[in-house]
């Protein structure tokens, strides 16, 4: 267990938080990360573009002209590749990019993730949110208390965290996600984490 100083909605230092050494002191693992990233961003493309080949375009039944004889050269349909309007080559088709994840991958992936957000000094955590009503004001000037002011952030809060929720939606560069919406995307593509001592609690041991 390593110990990480828990901080008030007013930037000081109220408890200490014990936090899994296995979850969030390990050596990253850049290649499982990067490939779990790569899953991830695949799995949220659409793949709905597509286009029709020279089978599928109308016209084109008939040979422009005649094999020999006319110093041009051959051509079987005017629906082919080379000719305006023509079918595309290799024409996309709708189809799924989504890649397989190994479930011990994905562990790892945030196991990683957390480890190097504490070791940069990019995780802070709160004991509680405290917002008794929804307040962008209450939450930008937490923000400036806890030093994160600006900066590109990830906010975990719990599921009951209305008000929470609700205060940080309306200030740029902020991403909030619940505790289950957590993915090592999410973790990484921000400068920096802000949960709960419960949530990293909850990390530490679901994760390890």
Not at 6 to 17: H, I, L, P, Q, T
Not at 37 to 57: D, F, L
Not at 157 to 184: G, M
């Given at each position: ?11 000081k ?10 979850v ?6 850049i ?37 020999k ?29 989504a890649?397989?994840m190994?479930?011990k ?9 957390l ?33 994160l ?57 679901v994760?390890?």
């Amino acid at each position: 267990m390593a110990k990480f100083e828990v901080k008030n909605s007013e930037g000081k230092k109220v408890a200490e938080a014990e936090l899994a050494a296995e979850v969030y002191g390990i050596e990253p693992n850049i290649h499982v990360m990067h490939h779990i990233v790569k899953c991830q961003m695949a799995s949220w493309r659409q793949g709905t573009q597509s286009a029709k080949g020279r089978s599928e375009v109308s016209g084109g039944g008939k040979k422009p002209w005649r094999q020999k004889g006319t110093g041009r050269a051959r051509q079987g349909s005017i629906r082919a590749a080379q000719w305006r309007h023509g079918g595309v080559v290799f024409a996309p088709k709708p189809r799924s990019y989504a890649k397989r994840m190994n479930n011990k991958e994905v562990k790892l992936a945030m196991r990683s993730a957390l480890s190097a957000k504490l070791a940069d000094g990019e995780l802070v955590l709160v004991d509680d949110y405290g917002f008794e009503k929804p307040s962008t004001k209450a939450a930008v000037a937490m923000l400036k208390a806890l030093g994160l002011e600006g900066k590109r952030l990830t906010i975990i809060v719990r599921d009951e965290d209305v008000n929470a929720y609700l205060s940080f939606r309306n200030i740029p560069k902020t991403f909030i996600i619940t505790a289950d919406e957590a993915n090592t995307y999410d973790l990484v593509n921000n400068n920096a984490v802000l949960m709960p001592a419960d949530i990293a609690a909850h990390f530490g041991e679901v994760l390890a």
